[in-house]
């Protein structure tokens, strides 16, 4: 089993708040991921970590940002939730371990802001 | 256009039965491509690379068409715990840790 996890698994939240996604991973994976899915779509790539310090947007424009300031922790930030937020975020990790493409997910956060 | 294409299913297959899943990518600068299995409110994991001479996993065969752009996913002798949404993922050259998901294709294996 993979060793990466998301916290919390569920939050529902009111407009206009700040909110804090975090994931961890303790496999020591230099490569982090997060990622937007809505029921019945795939998942879209939002932000992406290749290392400590090094945080670029994905192919989905989010209003969310990142830190990766410790290699095990990569956390995902709103200033100020909508409820165009709504949605399960993903975050993923991979390294040079594992399978060639595999990415090792968390289990999710589902974020409904009212 | 979507940039990974797949027939959102459902698959409504006996257990038993032989299913097969296509996903056709766009994208010409595809270098890996992959399955990921997806349960239902579940995060996705990797179930096998697809390569170009094809691969085999047990009951599960993988064939990569780079001349028409697509990837097929064939499951044997389908079990229940088969049931699933199969995902089609491509990752680009120059790109190689960064990969594009497919909607997926949903199976439901019935007794």
């Known amino acids: 089993e993979a060793d990466i996890y998301q916290t919390p698994r569920y939050l529902v939240i009111g407009t206009g708040k700040k909110i804090t996604l975090e994931c961890s991973q303790t496999m020591g994976h230099d490569k982090m991921y997060w990622y937007q899915q809505d029921p019945g779509m795939e998942l879209h790539l939002i932000h992406y970590?290749?290392?400590?310090?090094?945080?670029e947007k994905g192919d989905l424009s989010s209003e969310s940002t990142v830190s990766r300031i410790r290699t095990e922790h990569f956390p995902l930030t709103l200033e100020s939730a909508r409820p165009s937020h709504t949605s399960q975020y993903l975050c993923?990790?991979?390294?040079?371990?594992?399978?060639?493409?595999?990415?090792?997910f968390g289990p999710g956060t589902r974020l409904t802001v009212t | 256009r979507k940039e990974v294409e797949q027939d959102p299913g459902p698959f409504n297959v006996p257990e038993g039965a032989t299913v097969a899943f296509n996903c056709t990518y766009s994208n010409s600068a595809s270098q890996s491509f992959f399955w990921y299995r997806q349960d239902c409110r579940k995060e996705p994991k990797l179930l096998m690379s697809?390569?170009?001479s094809g691969n085999e996993d047990g009951r599960f065969t993988a064939q990569l068409n780079r001349a028409s752009q697509y990837i097929s996913l064939l499951i044997r002798d389908s079990k229940l715990s088969d049931s699933a949404t199969y995902l089609c993922?491509?990752?680009?050259?120059?790109?190689?840790?960064?990969?594009?998901f497919g909607t997926g294709t949903r199976l439901q294996v019935t007794l």
């Open positions: 993923a990790s991979s390294g040079v371990s594992g399978r060639a493409g595999e990415q090792y």
């Open positions: 970590s290749y290392g400590v310090n090094s945080t």
């Open positions: 697809v390569y170009s």
């Open positions: 993922v491509v990752s680009h050259t120059g790109t190689a840790s960064k990969l594009t």
